[in-house]
């Protein structure tokens, strides 16, 4: 794991090595194992590394290849190591040894500018080729790791991170405010829906799947990969169904356990989560080496407020997978003293850019601290599990059955239901009549569930033109892709790349700043090619919803935890509780935003006087669920990054 940065001149002009100096110091603020740079007269490439794996130790970091002349400064974890010592035909001599960045350079020996199609793993990357004079490079399909860049007619420059590339005296450090529309017109999580651009007007990022190529004064960015459903997997029976899939996620799960340190993975009480560490667990006991778990729980003096069928404490269920699993060491985090307001300029820091997902913010940062103090150099999660191996909502699957006129299995699908979560069939069959059939909306319409209202300044919105640039993405003012069911929408989730940027920004810069690398095989290209494939009637079966991997989960969670369709969990239900000794102040930074002039012309003001009208209540820990809530505190990290802007 790296930070990686360099710059290139495109007019031949001699580069002021002290320009590469400044980078490489403004990424002193991360641990290090090796600092080092290469360079010539016309390019810069410099690597501030972290070794995570055993190849990675001692490793030559700018690497150049002096008998092709080409030089590699990456990022990156390469997972399928097995199948490119085949491709590229790596002596069995050499295989244990090399670097993840030799195999990389290898690869684009082989095929060039295809060479990202073929690697599998979480990876950016740039090699200078002295012979053609061009710089190329990549970001992984999901864009694990961040990419920045600046380029002008005459200069191009790169980094992990855009603090450094600030440092240069030719960048000037403008506000997108395009960016910026696009965050505060999407109500969900994605930042914006340009995966190209950043906060700063002068800097872009190379967006997930795509590759860069700097060559003869033109820097091109170019879409390598698309993840499309391709042909339906057919196989005899469910056995073999499951049987496949575990072949695909153990080895998903394995190559991400390679590291000369500990292994830890996030543990919740689900499904996601608990499937990689039973499959990591049992695979580290084949070495005897324990895998150690991170929770978050709630504060100690926090009383659950959340209906029968949520629980914010998953504890019961934690204990019983690592009970279940062995050979785990648990670690349960509580993080007390810590809230989503205090932890807010430290968060935009380690960011670079507002983000949305407060709630969490504490306790992800949280186990990332937890993490270091256990020497852990991988850290698992299941991050993606809910659109690849937790595929599978009933109704959405039972309004696909009610539409297609298979009303016997429906019939004999709502029996096993019933069974399973309980409850009134009639109302289960208009919740799916409603889901097949949405035009029933219209000609009997019901109670509306309130919505996180628009954050968004309509005269900014209109002067940016957001909304027209939304629509020409089929997405409309809610921030929701238009005329399309979950299946449509999951299908658009692995077709537009923009959904990547905003947990991968987390993912990376958290990892850098711990010296612990993030991994998730339920992110695996292979794993999410594999789950596309499969008929959807492997995924509700006889009642059971995300039907697939709890199968397959089968000796490797308890029942308990692996059969549960009645409660979930939710994480973050304690922010507010947590900010009441920090309300005052809450309070008070919220009226001083409401009486900024230019914050208030970029949001949207009837929203924020609405909200405030409510702050003004005595906090009650139940308010972390309302919407105006959320607003608020989406609308003062936007402040806070703002005036650390200007």
Known sequence: MSAITGIYHLNGEPINIQYGRDLMKALQKYPSDAIQTWHTDQIFLGCHAQWITPESVGEQLPFYDYERQCAITSDALIDNRKELFERLRIEPSVQKHITDSELILRAYYKWQDDAPKFLVGDFAFMIWDQKKQRLFGARDFSGSRTLYYYKNHEKFAFCTIIEPLLSLPYIEKKLNEQWLAEYLALPGMVDAIDASSTPYKNIGQVPPSHSISVEKNKVTVKRYSYITQGKRLKLKSNEEYVEAFQDVFREAVSCRLRTHRNVGSQLSGGLDSGAVVGFAAKHLQMGKKRLHTFSSIPAHDFKDFSPNYLLADETPYIQS????????????????????????????????????????????????????????????????????????????????????????????????????????????????????FPILDRIFPQEIAYKLPSLINPEFAKQTGVYSKFKEQGINQDGLYTNTDIFGIRKKHFEDVFHWNASSTLATKLSLRHSVWKRDPTNDIRVIRFCLSLPEGQYVQKGMDRALVRRATKNYLPDNVRLNQQIHGVQGADWVHRMMPNWEGFTDELQKMSKDNYVMELLNPPVIKAALEKVKQTPRPEYAIDPDYKILMRSLIVYRFIKKFL
């Open 321 to 436: 997978t690592a009970k279940y699993v062995g050979g785990i060491t648990e670690h349960y985090c509580s993080f007390e003293g810590k809230d989503s307001y205090s932890e807010m300029n430290d968060f935009l820091n380690i960011m670079e850019m507002p983000y949305k997902f407060f709630e969490n913010s504490f306790w992800l940062k949280g186990i990332f601290e937890k993490a270091q103090e256990e020497d852990i150099g991988v850290l698992l999660s299941g991050d993606r599990g809910n659109f690849s191996i937790s595929w599978g909502d009933a109704y959405d699957y039972y309004s696909l059955l009610l539409k297609k006129l298979r009303w016997v299995h429906l019939y004999q699908e709502l029996d096993y239901f019933n069974e399973k979560v309980g409850g009134s069939r009639s109302r289960k069959l208009r919740i799916i009549a409603r889901s097949g």
